[in-house]
Structure formats: C-alpha cells, structure tokens
C-alpha cells in the first residue's frame, strides 16, 4: 500500500503585483503524514478537471526542505501532488 502524503498545502493565495499585472502563486509544504518528514522532489502541478494527464498545464517539483511555489496565474484546475511511493492528492 502506498504511504499517504500530508499536503500541509497552506495554499496561500498569494498575490504579487508586477509591473501593474496580478500574478498568483500557490505556496505549500509536502510532508510525510506518519513521520512529518518533509517530501522532497515531489511534482506538484495543475491538471484540467482533476484528470492525471500526460500534460500539465504547469507544474513544478517541491525542494528539499518539502516547500514549493507554483505560479498559477490564469491557469484553472486541480492541484495535483505526486512522489514516488506515494498515492497521488488532487485538491479541488
């Protein structure tokens, strides 16, 4: 069975203005929902309609500390999180 990610997601809707346009960034930690151990190179990307696709329509890797940023400004979809021996979290 596959261990179980905790997506302690505090996906902060972050807004930045750049040069008069908006810009949001999806920020999170991944960790390991028995150990709390941060998960490091886990993919975290946006999928149309919450369907595992070949295609992201974008994504990112989380870094060693279990932390990532995702700029999703315009994008719509479903975050999705993966990492090797572990199920994959979509969040609505």
């Keep these: 069975m596959k261990r179980q990610m905790l997506l302690a997601i505090a996906v902060l809707g972050t807004c930045f203005a750049v040069l008069g346009a908006r810009q949001t ?3 999170g930690v ?3 929902a028995e150990t709390g151990t941060p998960i490091a190179g886990a993919t975290v ?3 149309e309609s919450g369907k595992a696709t070949t295609m992201p329509l974008i ?3 989380s870094q060693e500390d279990g ?3 995702l700029p999703v ?3 719509g979809g479903v975050l999705e ?3 090797a021996g572990y199920a994959t979290k979509r969040i609505l």
Aim: glycine content about 4%; overall charge negative.
């Design 59 to 61: 994504s990112t890797a």
């Design 67 to 69: 932390t990532f940023e």
């Design 45 to 47: 990307r946006v999928s």
């Design 73 to 75: 400004d315009g994008v």
């Design 30 to 32: 991944i960790n390991d």
């Design 25 to 27: 960034t999806r920020v």
């Design 81 to 83: 999180v993966a990492a």
